[in-house]
């Protein structure tokens, strides 16, 4: 079955600092995959998706994520932090033929002055 | 535009008691999905609807959740009786396409004591 690992539930940086977060997908063949956002009190807010277009896909708000198949990864990056990107990160993946997303368990990332 | 809505914000219940969830997509969205994250783990599937039929409900966890989609609008999701461990947040997704981009509300907080 499809699974989605994100290292660390919690990642703390300084304002300033360079953003990663860690996903890590299990699939024999390339699905789709997406970053979403979640801010204290708000839905899941989508920051970025791959689709097989470019394998460096950039989204709102500074983020970028880069798809390396070899590592079946698909980290999350952003080269300053701001104190406002404080939230909880979800990566998901989706098989191709089918609907339903994969998630993984979530990253809380912390932002320091 | 207005995006994916639900209702109630939260809900507070006791075990054995019945509540009702609602969720209304984004107006034109064929697809809607229901999704839940129990205790800060994964969010995890539940069914997916295209228009008023249920396309897949594989991630249902028993048979005390009952979906319903009437008229291919707006989608309850109804818990009964409801156990502790249905405790966590229900989101709600829908996409205009199958395989489109997955919007997400702002989920329903369910607390069964």
């Known amino acids: 079955a499809q699974s989605v690992t994100q290292l660390g539930s919690h990642v703390s940086v300084s304002e300033g600092a360079l953003v990663l977060l860690r996903c890590n997908y299990s699939?024999?063949?390339?699905?789709?995959l997406f970053w979403y956002v979640q801010y204290p009190n708000q839905g899941l807010q989508l920051l970025l998706k791959y689709t097989s277009a470019a394998t460096l896909v950039k989204g709102i708000n500074g983020f970028e994520a880069e798809f390396k198949k070899s590592e079946t990864s698909f980290h999350l990056t952003k080269p300053s932090a701001h104190m406002s990107d404080a939230a909880e990160y979800f990566c998901a993946v989706r098989e191709t033929g089918f609907q339903k997303l994969v998630f993984g368990t979530g990253t809380r990332l912390l932002v320091s002055p | 535009e207005a995006g994916v809505t639900q209702f109630p914000s939260h809900s507070v219940i006791e075990k054995g008691q019945t509540v009702t969830l609602r969720c209304d997509p984004i107006s034109g969205h064929d697809n809607l999905y229901w999704y839940r994250r129990v205790m800060g783990k994964e969010i995890k599937f539940l069914l997916h609807?295209?228009?008023?039929?249920?396309?897949?409900e594989s991630g249902m966890p028993n048979n005390r959740f009952l979906a319903e989609r009437t008229g291919g609008t707006y989608s309850t999701l109804k818990v009964q009786p409801a156990e502790l461990e249905d405790s966590g947040v229900y989101f709600c997704?829908?996409?205009?396409?199958?395989?489109?981009?997955?919007?997400f509300g702002p989920g329903t907080r369910l607390t069964v004591l």
């Open positions: 699939s024999s063949v390339p699905p789709y």
């Open positions: 609807f295209v228009k008023e039929s249920k396309q897949d």
């Open positions: 997704a829908s996409s205009q396409d199958v395989g489109g981009t997955q919007y």
